[in-house]
T-cell receptor, first 112, second 111 residues
Framework: QKEVEQDPGPLSVPEGAIVSLNCTYS??????FMWYRQYSRKGPELLMY????GNKEDGRFTAQVDKSSKYISLFIRDSQPSDSATYLC????????????FGKGITLSVRP | ETGVTQSPTHLIKTRGQQVTLRCSSQ?????VSWYQQALGQGPQFIFQ???????GRGNFPPRFSGLQFPNYSSELNVNALELDDSALYLC??????????FGPGTRLTVL
């Protein structure tokens, strides 16, 4: 079993839809949770960062962490064609300078 | 503020050759991590350098090695290239914080 599992894709939605992206993990030592967006042939771009359980909102994006279920989610409201990309969840155990463990990524396509 | 930069953008090598990839960290960042991303997969941690010392290593053989310089830039060296080494190599920088910021990557093709 991989440490981080991400819902398989690809995912295609119409413009304006609410998108839910999810990851589960097995290592209870993970404390920091991140979502990255990666456009084709580019490096990952940090979208959201959350420590421990709870919610965090940034514009159209909301990140949720449920450590009791070892489950994290990223919600995208009012999705736009420019949101079309691969989304990667990532986690780390300790704080500063800890390695990131990534999910496989899910490719999202938002249709105009 | 200058972001993370990597060079070259892409390169092609043949099996058995050696390659050096370079990374300049974001201004003010003292830690550089290297990741390998195969096609259709998430990035896999190779190793990390903090203040010029290796600070953790993933499940990669010793032919993957690195350096960090006093200005916190870094190099990734891969000896005896194999076909499976073909991937996007990503460098990420950070400073005493969990968030890591990635460069655009170097796409390596091994023939």
């Amino acid at each position: 079993q991989k440490e981080v599992e991400q819902d398989p894709g690809p995912l295609s939605v119409p413009e304006g839809a609410i998108v839910s992206l999810n990851c589960t993990y097995s290592n209870s030592a993970f404390q920091y949770f991140m979502w990255y967006r990666q456009y084709s042939r580019k490096g990952p771009e940090l979208l959201m960062y959350t420590y421990s359980s709870g919610n965090k909102e940034d514009g159209r994006f909301t990140a949720q962490v449920d450590k009791s279920s070892k489950y994290i989610s990223l919600f995208i409201r009012d999705s736009q064609p420019s949101d079309s990309a691969t989304y990667l969840c990532a986690m780390s155990r300790t704080g500063a300078n800890s390695k990131l463990t990534f999910g496989k990524g899910i490719t999202l396509s938002v249709r105009p | 503020e200058t972001g993370v930069t990597q060079s070259p953008t892409h390169l092609i090598k043949t099996r058995g050759q050696q390659v050096t990839l370079r990374c300049s960290s974001q201004s003010g960042h003292n830690t550089v991590s290297w990741y390998q991303q195969a096609l259709g997969q998430g990035p896999q941690f190779i190793f990390q350098y903090y203040r010029e010392e290796e600070n953790g290593r993933g499940n990669f053989p010793p032919r993957f090695s690195g350096l960090q310089f006093p200005n916190y830039s870094s190099e990734l060296n891969v000896n005896a290239l194999e076909l499976d080494d073909s991937a996007l190599y990503l460098c990420a920088s950070s400073r005493d914080h969990p968030e890591q910021f990635f460069g655009p990557g170097t796409r390596l093709t091994v023939l």
